[in-house]
Nanobody
Framework: QVQLVESGGGLVQPGGSLRLSCAASGSILSIFLMGWHRQVPGKQREVVATISSGGRTNYTDSVKGRFTISRDNAKNTVYLQMNNLKPEDTAVYYC??????????????WGQGTQVTVSS
């Protein structure tokens, strides 16, 4: 079994910053891709940022220059530093990993989600 625990969401004013964390635990042998997605009620979940095992990053256009994804492989943890937040960044943010786990092969796993609200 693989578990993902997210933290760091909350309420912030426009222009403010938040840092999300997601720690993976369980019978993990290797984590390939780590990423953050977000979802607004009534809309499809969208990819915000991803980072490969080698450190290659990708961002959706709307967050480029404002968000930074990083990972600590020793801690099986992925971070999302969000700066200059805008009201349109308000969403539930989900951590996602593609990992190889004992007895499960390679699968995608999701965190429980953390609410980010940007409002004055």
């Amino acid at each position: 079994q693989v578990q993902l625990v997210e933290s760091g969401g909350g309420l912030v004013q426009p222009g403010g910053s938040l840092r999300l964390s997601c720690a993976a635990s369980g019978s993990i042998l290797s984590i390939f891709l780590m990423g953050w997605h977000r979802q607004v009620p009534g809309k499809q979940r969208e990819v915000v940022a991803t980072i490969s095992s080698g450190g290659r990053t990708n961002y959706t256009d709307s967050v480029k220059g404002r968000f930074t994804i990083s990972r600590d492989n020793a801690k099986n943890t992925v971070y999302l530093q969000m700066n200059n937040l805008k009201p349109e960044d308000t969403a539930v943010y989900y951590c996602n990993i593609r990992a190889w786990a004992i007895g499960s092969g390679t699968n995608y796993y999701w965190g429980q989600g953390t609410q980010v609200t940007v409002s004055s």
